[in-house]
């Protein structure tokens, strides 16, 4: 099932394996809003903007993703997906991809179904990481785990620059304690105007 977001027109390689789903977001009742101008630096929403990216390392197969129209607060990309930028973090229509505050060990769910739930944790956060489109600092890295069945787990990993939007994707599957990679995406371009955050 095709996640809903821009992310899910960078996932529909992952979607094959069968992470996404209907998801609803739990919020904790202790959260507290964060500034969501900040927020938005790590996935700068706007009409017009383009990221261009490169499939498991071949130059050959990209996707290539432009924003084309603003509703009602979301986003809409050519792959087909929404996204916008609250005061709690980046989402779609049905999951966050990145809450604050934006440090490393924080983290969230969002249940996908009556026996399904995905798990967030932001891993690192001010670093520095590279894609054929540069270098970036102050990146932020997110890990999303979703069990498919009692022996295979997702893990997405999404690494966010601020001022860019996603440089990275990847996607492993988990079995016996091991991770067995499955596709990636490595940002190759983009044209990016200041976000709405």
């Known amino acids: 099932m095709k996640v809903s977001s821009v992310v899910g027109g960078l996932l529909l390689v992952a979607a094959a394996l069968g992470w996404g789903g209907c998801a609803k977001s739990q919020a904790a009742v202790e959260e507290k809003p964060q500034d969501s101008a900040r927020l938005g630096d790590y996935y700068p929403l706007a009409v017009g903007n383009s990221w261009s990216y490169r499939v498991n390392g071949r130059g050959d197969k990209r996707v290539d993703v432009k924003i084309l129209k603003e509703e009602e607060g979301f986003f809409h990309d050519s792959q087909g997906g929404q996204l916008m930028v609250d005061s709690f973090g980046i ?21 996908v179904s009556v026996s399904s739930t995905e798990r967030y944790e932001i891993l690192q956060a001010g670093v520095t990481c590279e894609a054929p489109a540069g270098v970036f ?61």
């Open 91 to 111: 989402r779609d229509q049905k999951r966050y991809l990145l809450r604050g505050p934006v440090e490393p060990g924080r983290t969230w769910t969002n249940v």
């Open 137 to 197: 600092r102050d990146c932020v890295q997110v890990e999303g785990r979703n069990r498919v069945d009692a022996d295979t787990t997702l893990i997405n990993t999404f690494t966010f620059a601020p001022g860019v939007g996603l440089v990275r994707i990847q996607v492993e599957a988990e079995r016996a304690g091991r991770r067995i990679p499955q596709t990636w995406l490595e940002l190759t371009s983009y044209q990016v105007k200041p976000g709405q955050g």
